[in-house]
C-alpha cells in the first residue's frame, strides 16, 4: 500500500523566518515524490520532484525537499518565507508499479507580516 | 505553451441532472487524469487516461465515467448528480506516466467548481 501523511493541516510562520511543511509517505517500493501548491481559487502548481537521482531537490521560489529515506520523509523547506508563499501545499506520491498519484491531505500555510 | 485548459470553469446543476466537463491537455501531452477536490474528503483520484486508453480508475461510483479522443482532450461525465458531488474538479496531463527513473510530474489545469443544488 502507498500513501502520505502531512503532519501539520496549519502551519503559520513570521514572513522571513524559515518555513518547514512535514511529509511522510508509506511505499511498498521505489517512490517518485512531490510537492504542489494551490492558491486560492487556482489550480495546483509543481514545487518540486523527486527522482532518485539526488536525495536534496531544489525547486521553484526557493523551496526545497530533501528525501530521507530511513526515516520514510520528504520535507519541504524555505529559509525564508514571503506573503505570496500563503497557500495550500500538498505532498504527492507515486510508485514505479503504480498507475496514479497520492495526495495527502495538505498544509495550508499562513505568513504573517 | 499553453497550459491545461478546463471548460467551463464554474457550473451549477441540480440534483438528478448529468454535467459533463471538459479538459485539453498541454500539446504533446497524451496522459489526462482527473480528480475531485472537496473540503471534506481532499484530493480523490477519478482516472487517468492516455492514448484513449481508461489506464486506473480510482473508487467512485459508475455515475461518473470519462473518455479521451484522439487529440488527447478528455471529457468526464457525472449522471444522476447528488448533492455531494459539489467540488473543483481537476484535470491534469503529462506527456507520458513514465519516463524511464520516474514518474513524470502532472501539470494541473484551473479546475472546473461545479455545485449542485
Known amino acids: 500500500a502507498q500513501s502520505v501523511t502531512q503532519l501539520d493541516s496549519h502551519v503559520s510562520v513570521s514572513e522571513g523566518t524559515p518555513v518547514l511543511l512535514r511529509c511522510n509517505y508509506s511505499?511498498?517500493?521505489?517512490?517518485?515524490l512531490f510537492w504542489y501548491v494551490q492558491h486560492p481559487n487556482k489550480g495546483l502548481q509543481l514545487l518540486l520532484k523527486?527522482?532518485?537521482?539526488?536525495?536534496l531537490v531544489k525547486g521553484i521560489n526557493g523551496f526545497e525537499a530533501e528525501f530521507k529515506k530511513s526515516e520514510t520523509s520528504f520535507h519541504l523547506t524555505k529559509p525564508s518565507a514571503h506573503m505570496s508563499d500563503a497557500a495550500e501545499y500538498f505532498c504527492?506520491?507515486?510508485?514505479?508499479?503504480?498507475?496514479?498519484?497520492?495526495f495527502g491531505t495538505g498544509t495550508s500555510l499562513t505568513v504573517i507580516p | 505553451k499553453a497550459g491545461v485548459t478546463q471548460t467551463p470553469r464554474y457550473l451549477i446543476k441540480t440534483r438528478g441532472q448529468q454535467v459533463t466537463l471538459s479538459c485539453s491537455p498541454i500539446?504533446?501531452?497524451?496522459?489526462v487524469s482527473w480528480y475531485q477536490q472537496t473540503p471534506g474528503q481532499g484530493l480523490q483520484f477519478l482516472f487517468e487516461y492516455f492514448s484513449e486508453t481508461q489506464r486506473n480508475k480510482g473508487n467512485f461510483p459508475g455515475r461518473f465515467s470519462g473518455r479521451q479522443f484522439s487529440n488527447s482532450r478528455s471529457e468526464m461525465n457525472v449522471s444522476t448528480l447528488e448533492l455531494g458531488d459539489s467540488a473543483l474538479y481537476l484535470c491534469a496531463s503529462s506527456p507520458t506516466r513514465w519516463r524511464g527513473d520516474s514518474y513524470n510530474e502532472q501539470v494541473f489545469g484551473p479546475g472546473t467548481r461545479l455545485t449542485v443544488l
Open positions: 504527492v506520491v507515486t510508485l514505479r508499479t503504480g498507475n496514479q498519484f497520492y
Open positions: 500539446s504533446g501531452h497524451r496522459s
Open positions: 523527486y527522482t532518485s537521482a539526488a536525495t
Open positions: 511505499s511498498s517500493y521505489s517512490p517518485s
